[in-house]
């Protein structure tokens, strides 16, 4: 099965500084997609960022960026110039296609994200 | 960009009570959607697999009979929580994959805070 870990329940960072969220899976499948989502305090949850795993290329949007290591199966979130609008919880998640034609997503345990003035 | 919504946003009810909320893409067809469940500071739970016209497929260890969904159109799914109960205290998420998107598109509705007496 499945799993998807988070080693850091909590982390902070200071205003426009950097941040680097850690996230491992575990999978003997070849082909995923894995996801970072936020949930700020209004509980929506933003899709921030997708790759998938087939591309060697890491992606990013805007000052998100990921540090996608197939191998290792690691899939770290980078949040550059950090804003106060960045603090939420964070989750990791990954969905297998192959497993169920409903394209069900398994997620993380989360960390949550505190930018300090 | 795909919109879905959730009602009640909040419901509070005595224990005993059937409670239904509502998960709809505005703008998108769905054919899948998901339900959730969130605990406090923790992350989602998913409950079941609701598919347009057949039965959903629940996770296991959540009650079928208790948790009722409903997906009759392409647009629409619902949850009933049926003699609810304290324990059933939560906030429940729902979430659809666009038919046009790929595979790996799954939006998020803004959630139901549920509170039982």
């Known amino acids: 099965a499945q799993t998807v870990t988070q080693s850091q329940p909590e982390m902070s960072v200071q205003e426009a500084e950097t941040v680097t969220l850690s996230c491992t899976y575990d999978t003997s499948e070849s082909n995923y997609y894995l996801f970072w989502y936020k949930q700020p305090p209004s509980r929506q949850m933003i899709l921030v960022i997708r790759?998938?795993?087939?591309?060697?290329q890491n992606a990013t949007e805007n000052r998100f960026s990921v540090n996608f290591q197939k191998a290792a199966k690691s899939f770290s979130l980078k949040i550059s110039d950090s804003q106060l609008g960045d603090t939420a919880m964070y989750f990791c998640?990954?969905?297998?296609?192959?497993?169920?034609?409903?394209?069900?997503?398994?997620f993380g345990p989360g960390t949550s994200l505190s930018v300090i003035p | 960009g795909a919109v879905v919504s959730q009602h009640p946003s909040r419901v509070i009810c005595k224990s005993g009570t059937s409670v239904k909320i509502e998960c709809r893409s505005l703008?998108?067809?769905?054919?899948?959607m998901f339900w959730y469940r969130q605990f406090p500071k923790q992350s989602l739970m998913l409950m079941a697999t609701?598919?347009?016209?057949?039965?959903?497929?629940?996770e296991q260890g959540v009650e079928k009979d208790k948790f009722l969904i409903n997906h009759a159109s392409l647009t629409l799914s619902t949850l009933t929580v049926t003699s609810a109960h304290p324990e059933d205290s939560s906030f429940y998420i729902c979430?659809?994959?666009?038919?046009?998107?790929?595979?790996?598109?799954?939006?998020f509705g803004p959630g139901t805070r549920l509170t039982v007496l």
């Open positions: 703008d998108f067809q769905a054919t899948t």
């Open positions: 609701s598919n347009e016209g057949s039965k959903a497929t629940y």
């Open positions: 790759q998938e795993a087939y591309k060697q």
């Open positions: 979430s659809a994959r666009s038919r046009l998107a790929g595979a790996d598109t799954q939006y």
């Open positions: 998640a990954f969905m297998n296609p192959a497993v169920t034609s409903y394209d069900k997503v398994i």
